[in-house]
């Protein structure tokens, strides 16, 4: 279960994404990662998942980032999956 931290941590970088970043990274870095610190509104490319996290947790250890695939949906699908 996510905490009440988390949803708004996630909730604020999906923001940013939408507002400031997607048109342009989507033209440049289809596929690759975006980590996003919405504290600060800064984010982090990587070329995977954990190189994006890992740039993010380097600059801000302490806060919670939200990683986004660039030009996608969710990162990561987890569960099983119905039909």
Do not use: C, W
């Amino acid at each position: 279960m996510l905490t009440t931290e988390t949803k708004s941590v996630i909730l604020r970088a999906k923001q940013i994404y939408a507002e400031r970043l997607q048109s342009k990274l989507e033209t440049s870095h289809m596929n690759r990662f975006v980590s996003i610190e919405p504290e600060s509104g800064e984010h982090f490319l990587g070329d995977t998942f954990d190189e994006a996290v890992r740039l993010a947790r380097q600059k801000f250890p302490t806060r919670l980032s939200h990683t986004i695939r660039v030009g996608h949906g969710p990162a990561f699908h987890i569960g099983v999956l119905q039909s």
